[in-house]
């Protein structure tokens, strides 16, 4: 997958006049930051866009990662008892790995076949087109230091 930070701003312009809106140097800012670090939580993003472009409020943050997912640019997931978190790998189904521990996030590609990944026995008259998955244990480093020794 070819990240916002591989592409040239050119591309980025694209993205962004394509979903209805306007360059701006926050949002070049969020995508940056969203790109350079997937799964970040909202907080995050925020660090890394102070250090980009100065001083932001942390509602333009939120606002402009709303705005973003809202139009398809970014992906927002949120594992249970977690924040929210970022990334720019929205074009596909796929799903997340999440350890209990210290919270590492990492893709994984659908788990069947294409779109929606996984059929249910009885969809109930819906037509489903996505699935979300999200596979929980211990990363190796947690796994390592007996972080999952109860």
């Given at each position: 997958m070819i990240t916002v930070t591989e592409?040239?701003?050119?591309s980025v312009s694209e993205m962004l006049k394509v979903a209805g809106l306007q360059k701006t140097a926050q949002r070049l800012a969020v995508i940056d930051a969203v790109s350079e670090r997937p799964h970040a939580t909202a907080?995050?993003?925020?660090e890394l866009v102070r250090l980009e472009i100065g001083t932001i409020s942390r509602q333009s943050v939120y606002d402009t990662l709303t705005t973003l997912t809202d139009k398809g640019l970014i992906r927002r997931i949120q594992p249970a008892k977690s924040a929210?978190?970022?990334e720019m790998r929205v074009?596909?189904?796929h799903h997340h790995l999440v350890c209990r521990s210290c919270g590492l996030t990492l893709d994984?590609?659908?788990v069947?076949?294409?779109r929606p990944c996984l059929q249910v026995d009885d969809d109930r008259g819906f037509e489903i087109d996505e699935a979300e998955v999200i596979f929980w244990g211990f990363c190796p480093k947690?796994?390592?230091s007996g972080a999952n020794s109860n």
């Open positions: 592409k040239s701003s050119k907080d995050e993003i925020e929210a978190r970022y074009d596909d189904n994984v590609d659908c069947v076949g294409s947690c796994q390592a």
